[in-house]
C-alpha cells in the first residue's frame, strides 16, 4: 500500500562500481521523476518521465541513466560510480503535468554512499 | 536563470509562537508553489500549496501568501509546536518546461 516506493533504502558501493536504483509507483501517475539531495540537502532535479516519454533532462553526467519500462516504474542507473555522487536520491510522482495534476510525491529515499 | 531564495536557513522559535519562512522566484511564468516538510531522514512531504490565481491559502495553523508582483511567497505555521521541527523547502514550478526549483531549505527549531 505504499505509494511511491523505492529501493534499496541504502547503497554503499565502491567507486567504479555501476549500480542501480529502483522505483515504482501505484497511485497511478503518469509522471515520475528522479531527484538528488546531497549533503547540505539541496534538492535538485535529475530527470523526468510522463507516460515513458523523457521530459526533464538536466544537467547531469551522462553516467546516470534513467530507464521507464512502464509509467509505474522509474529506474536510475549509475556507471562508473563517484565519490561525488554520495547523496540521497528520491523518485517521486505527480498525475500529471498539466494544472492541478502537478502535486508531486516523494519516494522515501535511497541513500548511496560511495567509498 | 532559474532560481529560487529561501530565508532564513535556520529558524529557532519557543513553542506556541509564529513561524515565518519566505522565498523569492526569479520565472514570473512559475504558477505553483508547494512547500514541502522534511523530518530527519524521511522524505519531503507537502504540507501546502498555492497556484498562481491566488493570493492566500490556509490550512489549520499553517498558511501560505503569494506576491505575483513582487514574485515573493511566504509559508506562516502560527501556534508552532515541537513536532514542526524539521526542514522546510519552498518550490516553484515552471510551466514551460515543468521543472520545479525549490529553495535551499529552512531548519526549523521549536524549543519548547
Known amino acids: 500500500d505504499t505509494a511511491v516506493s523505492q529501493t534499496p533504502k541504502y547503497l554503499v558501493t565502491q567507486m567504479g562500481n555501476d549500480k542501480s536504483i529502483k522505483c515504482e509507483q501505484n497511485?497511478?501517475?503518469?509522471?515520475m521523476y528522479w531527484y538528488k539531495q546531497d549533503s547540505k540537502k539541496f534538492l535538485k532535479i535529475m530527470f523526468s518521465?510522463?507516460?515513458?516519454?523523457?521530459?526533464i533532462n538536466e544537467t547531469v553526467p551522462n553516467r546516470f541513466s534513467p530507464k521507464s519500462p512502464d509509467k509505474a516504474h522509474l529506474n536510475l542507473h549509475i556507471n562508473s560510480l563517484e565519490l561525488g555522487d554520495s547523496a540521497v536520491y528520491f523518485c517521486?510522482?505527480?498525475?500529471?503535468?498539466?494544472?492541478?495534476?502537478?502535486?508531486?510525491?516523494f519516494g522515501p529515499g535511497t541513500r548511496l554512499l560511495v567509498l | 536563470g532559474e532560481n529560487v531564495e529561501q530565508h532564513p536557513s535556520t529558524l529557532s522559535v519557543q513553542e506556541g509562537d509564529s513561524a515565518v519562512i519566505k522565498c523569492t522566484y526569479s520565472d514570473s511564468a512559475s504558477n505553483y508553489f508547494p512547500w514541502y516538510k522534511q523530518e530527519l531522514g524521511k522524505r519531503p512531504q507537502l504540507i501546502i500549496d498555492i497556484r498562481s490565481n491566488v493570493g492566500e491559502k490556509k490550512d489549520q495553523r499553517i498558511a501560505v501568501t503569494l506576491n505575483k508582483t513582487a514574485k515573493h511567497f511566504s509559508l506562516h505555521i502560527t501556534e508552532t509546536q515541537p513536532e514542526d521541527s524539521a526542514v522546510y523547502f519552498c518550490a516553484a514550478r515552471m510551466p514551460g518546461t515543468y521543472k520545479y526549483i525549490f529553495g535551499t531549505g529552512t531548519r526549523l527549531k521549536v524549543l519548547a
Open positions: 497511485l497511478g501517475h503518469d509522471t
Open positions: 517521486a510522482s505527480s498525475r500529471g503535468l498539466a494544472g492541478n495534476q502537478e502535486t508531486q510525491y
Open positions: 518521465y510522463n507516460n515513458k516519454e523523457l521530459i
